[in-house]
């Protein structure tokens, strides 16, 4: 994957894409805890970023101002994004979720902030929407080629 360290990448050959993928326009990922949603981490995909920017007008008032073009990770929408589905993870305040319920006994109801669940719900939800009552799919980014294996070194070279 295009920015991770070459020491974690895994070998796992070209990718070839499934005709089930075909089908599925976008896939939002919302997975960083409670908190309000600033905006969308685009993943370097240019050719949503119109699209992404006329959807999210409305919610400029709810604080979803920002869309970018870096990528995130460690959110389930990588698996997505990397076998061409145009993938997104939501950008959140980080509520606490690093520090307290991240992976921990402290992720329960209680730790919930409702407003913020509910202003995320109404951006989520619209997003799904409008992907879903599109004309056309999201554009797809170009499927990363695997990086060549080095030449191996061969005797009396």
Do not use: C
């Amino acid at each position: 994957m295009k920015g991770m360290p070459t020491l974690l990448r895994r070998e796992a050959g070209a990718v070839t894409p499934k005709p089930e993928q075909a089908k599925i326009s976008a896939y939002f990922n919302l997975d960083n805890g409670t908190g309000r949603i600033r905006g969308v981490y685009l993943q370097e995909n240019a050719a949503v970023a119109p699209l992404f920017e006329t959807w999210s007008a409305p919610f400029k008032d709810l604080g979803m101002t920002t869309l970018t073009m870096r990528n995130t990770g460690g959110t389930d929408h990588l698996s997505f994004d990397a076998v061409g589905i145009p993938a997104f993870q939501f950008i959140q305040d980080p509520i606490e979720y690093e520090t307290r319920t991240h992976h921990s006994n402290m992720d329960v109801y209680d730790r919930l902030q409702p407003d913020d669940l509910k202003q995320a719900a109404v951006i989520v939800s619209s997003f799904v929407y409008d992907a879903a009552m599109a004309d056309q799919m999201l554009p797809r980014k170009p499927i990363e080629k695997p990086l060549p294996k080095p030449p191996e070194n061969q005797e009396g070279e």
